[in-house]
């Protein structure tokens, strides 16, 4: 069974400083992944998935995928009050294209 | 673009009590799920259907019910709440490639 394990479990960041967010997975079968963003008192919501081995930025936002080590990693640059928020990075599990299975979750503190 | 709205969204209860938690989706998508959030634990999978009538248990099953009459809506059911009891039900939906989640309704169990 898919194993989502994330780091760090919660992230102090400078308003317009570099936030970084870990996430190993165990099935080397997995095929794409998705960053997920939560709001306090919202329901998660998709920022962007990743399929292919490399970097795919959108906008402020860098996801990276190393299938051989079984990584990816969110970066957002120039991190802004409102990304304050916990992040959960997923990756579908086996036999289920769109059944998650979420990490923990990294809460991300951007200080003014 | 379409909603997921889920009711109530504060739920408060009894020990032992049977506890309902609706949901509506109007994505018109096939599949929808009900996670539960525990905080420091992630999201859980309780129960999903991948159409109407279909039901399939997650990983967290034991000690809930759930129902998918029409394939707009989704319900679960707390058989018997545990005291103390606090978390997070998150009903979501899904097509290929990206699964859409609702507010919430907050559970405490008293």
């Known amino acids: 069974q898919q194993k989502v394990q994330q780091s760090p479990e919660s992230l102090i960041v400078p308003e317009g400083g570099m936030a970084s967010l870990n996430c190993t997975f165990s099935?080397?079968?997995?095929?794409y992944f998705w960053w997920y963003r939560q709001h306090s008192g919202e329901g998660p919501k998709a920022l962007m998935s990743i399929f292919s081995n490399g970097d795919k930025k959108e906008g402020r936002f860098t996801a990276h995928l190393n299938k051989a080590s079984l990584y990816v990693s969110l970066h957002i640059k120039d991190s802004q009050p409102s990304d304050s928020a916990l992040y959960f990075c997923a990756s579908p599990r086996a036999g289920g294209a769109d059944r998650l299975t979420f990490g923990k979750g990294t809460q991300l503190i951007i200080q003014p | 673009g379409g909603i997921i709205t889920q009711t109530p969204k504060f739920l408060i209860g009894q020990e032992g009590q049977k506890l309902t938690l609706k949901c509506q989706q109007n994505?018109?998508?096939?599949?929808m799920y009900w996670y539960r959030q525990d905080s420091g634990k992630g999201l859980r999978l309780i129960y999903y259907s991948i159409t109407e009538n279909d039901l399939q248990k997650g990983d967290l099953s034991e000690g809930y019910d759930a129902s998918r009459e029409k394939k707009s809506s989704f319900s679960l059911t707390v058989t018997s709440a545990q005291k103390n009891e606090m978390a997070v039900f998150l009903c979501?939906?899904?097509?290929?490639?990206?699964?859409?989640f609702g507010p919430g309704t907050r559970l405490t169990v008293l």
């Open positions: 979501a939906s899904s097509i290929w490639g990206g699964v859409y």
């Open positions: 994505f018109n998508h096939d599949t």
């Open positions: 099935d080397r079968n997995s095929q």
